[in-house]
């Protein structure tokens, strides 16, 4: 990393730099808008949908019977991922029948398609992944990121401008078969004693 | 990397300032020049790409990919077609009812039992038509040689070899066993043949041109069988691993005859009309029920669930 870059070199990599960049959207581009007919393989699709796909070794019958888990997500929303982060978090953990019960009397965008969401990935448990009652269903894990975005010019006065953003998000949500956990809820009274106990716990080192 | 930046910068900004002291110095004037000199026509905005191409004219990605020179393979918007197998079951064998299901001993079941392959005329033109193509068919190895080939390919598909499986299942008959059954672990034994197997018909269809032969012979097999389909999370879906069952199957094995390198293939299987119900799978599904007007009412207890038609089909 102690190379030390004279004047010409910086030109060197500066037209290497040019050169490549003109010359990767020749390569990205090209073959891709010609071969149209080409259809989406295991291969390509992204890291949430290849979790739909591991298969599990046979159980043996004294083993406990495993719960089936379905991986579904939708791409591309054009809606901000911090506002769907909190619908996103308001369902996990409930049942998937609670969870489309509160979506469809919620009046945010995002509950419209979400709800959506959860209804294909129902209909994707019961058909493709062996899920014997579709209400035995809950949301163990739902979230909301950031997907690609477009950018366009905000026109200010004085001809100054601003970067906006044409925002989307992707939703992603994991369906497990079985009732939704119970929440353990903690009194203030347990609290508090176990707030004493780690006190009381605490030993004085260096002490006589 | 920030260090050499400035490094480069420095180093960019001593050359440019000594050539400009060169300069000054034949002109025999002394001015102090300062070490950084901002490049004052430096582009500072910044433009989104979407609005950067708006004047520009749009460039043909063909023309640039030739310029470049990349070869692209030219692509043709076919279907291709499968030629080395034919669609579907020739004149399929009609399985006499009650088949498998007397003894030898009496009278119906030694009627059967004599009910040889020489009382049918085009299967004896058809294995003739085969003995032209293939000099070594005899017909008593053949049912021998089926049943090994149904054990390979059953075997094939429980460790989901794709290479020999081909080799061993015609195109046609290849979706209809593999469909499903990707993401499912297959657990399948063939424990013993109850009866010796045998050939119970066979058939020269001729598929577009004339001389383009391929042949089918109808296999009859009585074995037992286990099997044992597992889902995509190791959950028992169908059978049993520890239960042998009788299985009492009609293979149609096929072969393209004027194709040199054509081999003996399974071709797909002969389901009859009185073959008994198959075993429930361990999970519950709901079936759509009738259609009913808007003052009716959906009656549980007297609804009775419609059985489908006992017909032959062809697997």
């Not at chain 1, 919620?106 to 209909?123: H, R, S």
Request: positive net charge; glycine residues 4%; charged residues 25%.
């Amino acid at each position: 990393m102690a190379t030390a870059l004279t004047g010409r070199g910086i030109a060197v990599v500066r037209n290497l730099s040019a050169l490549l960049q003109s010359r990767l959207p020749l390569l990205v581009g090209g073959p891709q808008q010609l071969s149209c007919l080409h259809t989406s393989t295991p291969l390509e699709t992204k890291h949430w949908e290849r979790k739909n796909l591991q298969v599990y070794p046979p159980q043996l019958p004294d083993e406990p019977r495993r719960p089936a888990e379905i991986h579904h997500s939708r791409r591309q929303i054009k809606y901000s991922k911090d506002k769907m982060w909190y619908l996103a978090k308001m369902i996990q953990g409930m049942s998937i029948d609670q969870a489309i019960a509160q979506l469809e009397f919620n009046d945010k965008k995002g509950a419209k398609i979400m709800k959506e969401v959860l209804l294909e990935a129902q209909e994707k448990a019961v058909k493709n992944h062996n899920v014997e009652y579709k209400s035995n269903l809950y949301v163990a894990e739902s979230y909301s990121g950031k997907g690609k975005y477009l950018k366009r010019i905000r026109y200010h006065g004085r001809g100054m401008f601003g970067i906006m953003d044409k925002v989307y998000c992707n939703y992603f949500v994991k369906l497990v078969e079985g009732s939704p956990p119970k929440k353990e809820e903690k009194t203030s009274f347990d609290q508090a004693k176990e707030y004493i106990q780690s006190l009381k716990n605490r030993t004085i080192i260096h002490s006589l | 990397m920030a260090m050499h930046m400035r490094r480069t910068l420095v180093a960019l900004h001593r050359a440019t300032s000594s050539k400009l002291k060169s300069a000054e110095a034949s002109l025999d004037v002394r001015h102090p020049v300062p070490l950084f000199l901002p490049i004052r026509t430096k582009r500072r905005y910044f433009l989104p790409p979407a609005v950067k191409m708006m004047g520009q004219r749009k460039e043909d990605m063909e023309a640039k990919v030739q310029r470049a020179g990349i070869v692209v393979k030219q692509e043709y918007l076919e279907r291709p077609i499968n030629i080395s197998c034919t669609a579907g079951v020739f004149d399929a064998y009609i399985p006499p009812e009650g088949d498998a299901r007397l003894s030898t001993l009496s009278k119906e079941g030694l009627k059967q039992r004599t009910e040889q392959i020489k009382q049918s005329a085009t299967s004896q033109l058809a294995i003739r038509k085969i003995k032209e193509h293939d000099s070594q068919f005899v017909t008593k190895d053949f049912a021998e040689q089926a049943q090994q080939i149904f054990i390979e390919a059953h075997n094939a598909l429980t460790q989901f070899n794709k290479e020999k499986l081909h080799s061993l299942v015609t195109e046609r008959c290849y979706p209809e066993m593999t469909r499903g059954n990707r993401y499912k672990t297959i657990r399948w034994r063939f424990v013993e043949s109850l009866e010796a197997p045998r050939v119970v018909q066979a058939r020269c269809p001729e598929m577009i041109s004339k001389g383009n032969l391929y042949s089918q012979v109808t296999v009859r097999m009585h074995s037992k069988q286990t099997l044992a389909i597992y889902d995509r999370f190791g959950r028992l879906m169908l059978g049993s691993e520890e239960q042998p069952k009788d299985v009492l199957e009609y293979l149609v094995i096929e072969r393209h005859l004027t194709n040199p390198y054509g081999r003996w293939r399974l071709h797909g299987k002969i389901v009859p009309s009185w073959a008994p119900a198959k075993d429930p799978i361990i999970k519950t599904v709901m079936i759509p029920g009738p259609v009913l007007k808007p003052e009716e009412e959906f009656d549980a207890l007297n609804y009775e669930v419609p059985k489908p038609a006992a017909v032959q089909w062809y697997k």
